[in-house]
């Protein structure tokens, strides 16, 4: 319609409504249903009828035959020049202001009609048909949406056709969306934790779903990787030698072993000695770039869950290869020469074959007076003095293990056993010889390194109540400085462990660049082509990009499950011991469940203070426990 037609009381639309108006000019004054009044642009309306035009109520009282105008239109199809007049005449018997109004509405609608004012066109029916079923759908999904929203609403029980609904929630709490529309319509936030949260309110979820390998896409599924046969190679037989595989009790992957060849001892003083450290042969299965390597170095780590573990490498490999696990075992095998000062002065890196007998720490423990278990206490305790004098830190905080038996949590403490401590300095003797040996001839190679805790820090954190040295809060200080380990393709000193040189060796079934070290060890002894230092860095930054996501993982489940068990026993008390104060408030670690959290104290109390608590309640989407002090 031109300009022109448009003269004081003409319906026109304005932003999809109705409007009147009151006078014209450069532009145009309408009034609208509310009355409003705004002064337009003629191109910001649709004029759809001279007038006069003065009630809107009237608008709504059209009425007409418009399936009976669209099957006329469709027998006219081309025949014809349709406009919104002569379908609002067709349709409702005139051309008036509620015709011109309802008619415009029909064309928007876009069911029977589409186009423009100027130039109208019926839908076919079978375009008709779809939309009719279409918008039925959608009408049934709008009602069963506002039904499920009203039962969220009241706390009522959720039915099985919810599930679709909750689906988005769902994917908010692992982490896969970013969005989820209910949250929104209840006004909740936007977060995996308000997911979870919802999620356990409505019991979609309950505290067996543990979210945190999937939010943190720690991969769960086995690895599907053929496992090839074991290459023919000469292997150094020590199937003679006592070897032990000492582990936790049950451990699924023993993926290394000791062995004493030989005690020195001078006027009952240490005098030197040599060990046999015996380490799953992974590298022999899974060379570099293979099928098998490429996917391990997707995982980087094997993820240790309550539930259950997520192997880096096929099940298969892990029976073929643990320590133990068969009558005799392929090994790489580490034979250390200490000296008197329990230093290394020589290294034998050789495969090998080797029987292994699996061994608990606690059976072990039981043992220690007996050969060579005692031997290999002389031997590994020299070399933990010598770490000592090298300032090396001794912090280990308080070890649980979780596990969970037909949905109920056990936590077991992890006493801290001269068996645990004989091991370790075996796999870090091992590891100081794998670095000392690829440093010695060039190597490229994972070296693991850390700098000295920061002085200043420690000092600025000691000070006012100082806590004694070896107590739980001094530890807790001194982790709380100690630089984070780094890895490195150049060797330099750990100042946390106390030595030169170091690297991760000793579990190849389980650590990716343990495997890479393995496979540098083995190219070198059989004079193959080593990675070069740019291939190692790609592996080095490809394994810490995930590691940190398993190791979290990880974290996050101990403390998920934790939360279960103080939910699974409401009623639980003990002890904890106060490691940090502001005031009143302090952060207090329970040894019982090598758990740490937040405490308000009625009374200040001394740092390494040990305060009986109770549980009152716990936040298991943010992972806190709330507890009060006896």
Known sequence: ?????????????YKTHPARVLSVGDKLTITLENGDLENVRYKDVEFLHPGPFEDFEALDEAGGEVELAWEVLLEDEGESNNTLVSLAEL????????????????????????????AVKPRLKDEVQAEIESRREKAAETKAWDSFLERIKNGDVIKDEDQRFLDE???????????SKLLRELGRSQSPQSAHALLLEVGYWDNSVNPYPRRLQVSSMPADVELPAMAEEHRLDLTQLDSYAIDDRDNLDPDDAICLEKLEIENGEFAGGRLWVHIADAAALVPPNSALDLEAKARAATCYLPEGMLPMLPDSLIKSLGMGLSETSPALSFGITLNREAEIVDVEITPSMVRVRRMSYEEAEGRLEDKPLSDLLILTGAYCKRREANEASFFDMPEVKVHIRDGVVEIRPLPELASRSLVREAMLM?????????????????YVIQEAPDEDRLAEM??????????????????????????????????????????????????????????QLRAFLNGGE??????MLERIGASQAVTGSVNQADWLSRRHWTLVYLAQNPHWSGKGVLVEKRGLSGKVIIPQLAFETQIHMREEKSLNSVLELRVKGINLPELEAYFEVG
């Open 1 to 13: 319609m031109a300009i022109k037609s448009i003269i004081e009381d003409s319906l026109v639309v």
């Open 91 to 118: 349709a409702f018997g005139e051309y008036s202001p509620a015709s011109a109004w309802s008619t415009w509405k029909l064309i928007k609608d876009g069911l029977y009609f589409q186009g423009s004012i100027e």
């Open 169 to 179: 929630v769902e994917n908010l709490a692992y982490g896969r969306v970013k969005h």
């Open 430 to 446: 091992a590891g100081e010889a794998a670095a000392g040996f690829a440093s010695a001839h060039d190597i490229p190679f994972p």
């Open 462 to 519: 000691l000070r006012g109540e100082a806590p004694s040295l070896g107590t739980l809060a001094y530890k807790y200080v001194l982790r709380r400085v100690s630089q984070r380990s780094q890895v490195r393709i150049k060797p330099s000193p750990h100042a946390g462990i106390g030595l030169l040189n170091y690297s991760r060796v000793t579990s190849p079934l389980r650590r990716y660049l343990d495997l890479a070290a393995h496979q």
């Open 530 to 535: 080593l990675m070069d230092e740019s291939e």
